[in-house]
Every structure is written in C-alpha cells, then in structure tokens.
C-alpha cells in the first residue's frame, strides 16, 4: 500500500471542487435563461445544444476541447498570450473536461426543479412590479433550491469520475493531470491490480457518500415540506 501514489485522489477532489463551482452557478443561470425564452423553439434547440455533451461519447467532446484549445489552436494560442497559461495538459484541462462533461447534468436538474415552481407565485411577484432578477433571487431560486442542490451532488460525482475528455484534453500526467478514473486504467494497463483495487474502492466510496448524502438531503427535505 505504501507504494501507491494518491496524488490522483488529490488532484480529482480539486478538479472536482473546482469543477462544481463553476459549473453550479454556470448551469443555474442557464436554466433559469431557457425557461424563460418565448420561442419555444428556439427553447428546443437551446436545451439540444447545451444537453449534447451528456448523451456524445466523452472522447468526442474531449476531441472538440483538444480541437479548440489545444495549444497550437485559435482559442489556446490567444490564452496563452494573454495569460501565459497554457490550457491542454494541465491541471486547468481537468477542470474544463470535467466542467464541459458534469454541466449538462447541472443544467437539467436545476432547469426540471425551476420548472415545478409555482407559475402563480411568479405572475403574483410580477404584478407587484418585482424585476425577473429579483423574482429569481427572492422566489425562484428558494423554492428550486432542493433540486438544484441535488443536482450539484450528482454533478460532482459526474465531474470527480469523468475519464474520456479528461485523457483528450488532458492526457495521463502523473502527478499533474491523472485523475483516479486515469489511474484505475493506467494501474490496470501496468498490471498493478492492487493500485488499481485501491482506486477503485476510494472512488465508489467517493460516489456512496455523495449518493447517500443526496438521499439524506432529499428526505430531510420532503419532510419539512411535509410539516
């Protein structure tokens, strides 16, 4: 056991940290910004667009952040001379594959729970002359939150196993960019089956927690609602 390297749990709690912090706030204004488009539409295609990383094979979406910015491409160039940071493998890669790859799952929650409030309670909010921004702070939001936040759990545990734009845009860096998902396989590939064994057990105890801690959440939830 001394001979495993854990810096991959390390560097997928911080990817997934990161990831869910962007992708939280991200995914909720989002929704809130579909539902409240007129044409439906132009709703349809806004909610294809933004879905699509979720059901496209993640190598897929790994090629387009690779394709657009890698480090010898448009958008990777033009951040590196603004920033001197480059994007393709680096930590920061892990973020932006695990954030492209967990928001549309963010997105639908948060969109399905913005959905089950109480159109009454808006147009009510409305005709007393309350802002849509306000509206959304003060009475949107409160009332979704349950799912929103259940939505971010999952999202979480989305971005701490994602592995194939992770490996695209990323690549398998020890110490750097191999993720536990990356480690499992490169374990695996090395014949190391006990390394591998480790990873595994520490990413399904990862995901039993947050699932766990989903429903927990959720039934402490429906109860209060209950009373």
Not at 67 to 73: E, I, M, V
Not at 127 to 144: D, K, Q, V, Y
Request: aromatic share 12%; glycine share 10%.
């Amino acid at each position: 056991m001394s001979s495993i390297d854990w810096s991959p749990l390390w560097i997928s709690l911080h990817t997934a940290a990161a990831t869910i912090t962007i992708v939280f706030f991200i995914g909720v204004i989002i929704a809130w910004w579909v539902e409240r488009l007129q044409s439906q539409s132009l709703k349809i295609f806004a909610d294809a667009v933004i879905t699509l990383p979720m059901v496209l094979p993640p190598t897929v979406a790994g090629f387009f952040l690779l394709y657009f910015f890698g480090n010898n491409r448009f958008l990777g160039q033009l951040i590196y001379q603004l920033t001197g940071i480059k994007i393709a493998f680096s930590w920061l890669a892990t973020v932006l594959a695990a954030a492209v790859i967990s928001l549309p799952l963010m997105y639908r929650s948060a969109r399905g729970a913005l959905s089950q409030v109480d159109k009454g309670m808006l147009e009510a909010a409305r005709s007393l002359g309350m802002t849509e921004w306000r509206i959304f702070w003060r009475i949107h939001l409160p009332n979704a939150l349950p799912g929103i936040i259940a939505g971010g759990l999952l999202a979480f545990a989305r971005g701490l196993g994602e592995f194939g734009a992770t490996a695209m845009i990323a690549g398998n860096i020890t110490g750097r960019t191999r993720t536990l998902p990356l480690a499992v396989y490169s374990a695996v590939a090395a014949g190391d089956w006990e390394a591998a064994g480790w990873y595994v057990a520490v990413i399904v105890g990862i995901c039993l927690l947050v699932v766990i801690g989903l429903n927990v959440y959720l039934y402490k939830t429906k109860q209060q609602q209950g009373e």
